[in-house]
Each structure stands twice: as structure tokens, then as C-alpha cells.
């Protein structure tokens, strides 16, 4: 038998999954997710990749952006328009369109839009789990672009209570900004 055939080899990658199909997440026609003022729309998430991971496409008009947090995960964001100071261990940087940041598991960290110009990203969390905790402590909204409702001083409040209540069972932990 010639070295270079390989129809005999055994594989070490497990066979197809029949089970699974291909997806194809157009933005438009899928549910977006209001969060204190930014906006997610979750393009794939677990039930499509068998929990290995998620992808969320995130609109973060000027001033929005995540409280300091910290999860059990790993999280890629990807910027496609726009740009953002992206804090990491207490180092702030500018992260612009065309880059692409990794956070790795249990780091602080947040990012904020302090231009005047809304930021788009593609944010990777593996494994997936992340974008139910979105879905659950969000709020609809009509379109990619459309901002969540404004919350007072209360509503915020019990947002944050609700937050801080579900982001154990998803494997996250919010901060304080001097623990960033």
C-alpha cells in the first residue's frame, strides 16, 4: 500500500453528527435583546452549536457599554464599526474597526463607547451560555439599532438587583469599577 494513502488510516475526528444542521442567522429576522441601553442580537447560540459557543452581534451607542465584570468563559469581540476603550486588568485601550480583542476566562474587565459614534461587534463566548443570561435580564426591542427603554433611578436599581441574582448561574460575577 503507497505511504500517502489514507483511506485506511483511522481517524481520530469522530464521525458526522447527523443530528445537527447548518444554521444561517440573519439578523434581521432574529430577536434583539435590549440591556441597559445597549442593544444584542444573538446569532447563534448554544442550541445551534451544541453549547461550544455563542455569537452575539452587539450595537453600543455613545456612553453604553457593560458594567466591570468577570465570568467563567472565554469572550472575543471583534469590532466592525466604531471604537471603544476596552478595559483589562486596570489597563485601559482603544480598540478600533478591523481588531479583534480576547478576554480570557475569569479576567476583570469591561468596555465602554466613549465616542460619539455607535459601535458594532461580534462577540464569541465559549462555551455558550452567556447569551441566555441576555435573554433573560433583557428586554425586546424592534431592531438591531433600536435602543432599550431608558431606566430610572428605580428601574435601574432593580435591574441590577435581577443581574446580580441570575449572573451566578451563568457563571458571572459583576464588579466594582476599582476591581476592574
Request: charged share 20%.
Amino acid at each position: 500500500m503507497p505511504e500517502n494513502d489514507q483511506t485506511s488510516a483511522v481517524s481520530n475526528v469522530p464521525p458526522d453528527d447527523l443530528t445537527r444542521k447548518l444554521v444561517v442567522a440573519e439578523v434581521d429576522q432574529l430577536p434583539h435583546i435590549g440591556l441597559v441601553g445597549d442593544t444584542y442580537t444573538v446569532l447563534l447560540g448554544g442550541e445551534q452549536t451544541a453549547g461550544r459557543f455563542c455569537l452575539i452581534d452587539m450595537h453600543i451607542p455613545p456612553g453604553g457599554g457593560p458594567p466591570p465584570h468577570r465570568h467563567d468563559f472565554e469572550e472575543t469581540f471583534t469590532l466592525l464599526e466604531g471604537e471603544l476603550q476596552a478595559t483589562f486588568r486596570g489597563k485601559v485601550s482603544t480598540v478600533r474597526a478591523g481588531q479583534t480583542i480576547h478576554i480570557p476566562a475569569n479576567a476583570p474587565h469591561m468596555f465602554h463607547n466613549a465616542s460619539q459614534s455607535a459601535v458594532r461587534l461580534l462577540c464569541i463566548c465559549s462555551p455558550a451560555g452567556q447569551e441566555d443570561l441576555f435573554r433573560e435580564i433583557g428586554v425586546p426591542v424592534a431592531t438591531r439599532t433600536t435602543a432599550p427603554p431608558k431606566l430610572d433611578e428605580a428601574a435601574m436599581a432593580a435591574f441590577r438587583a435581577k443581574a446580580e441574582a441570575l449572573a451566578p448561574r451563568y457563571r458571572t460575577e459583576l464588579l466594582r469599577p476599582d476591581q476592574v
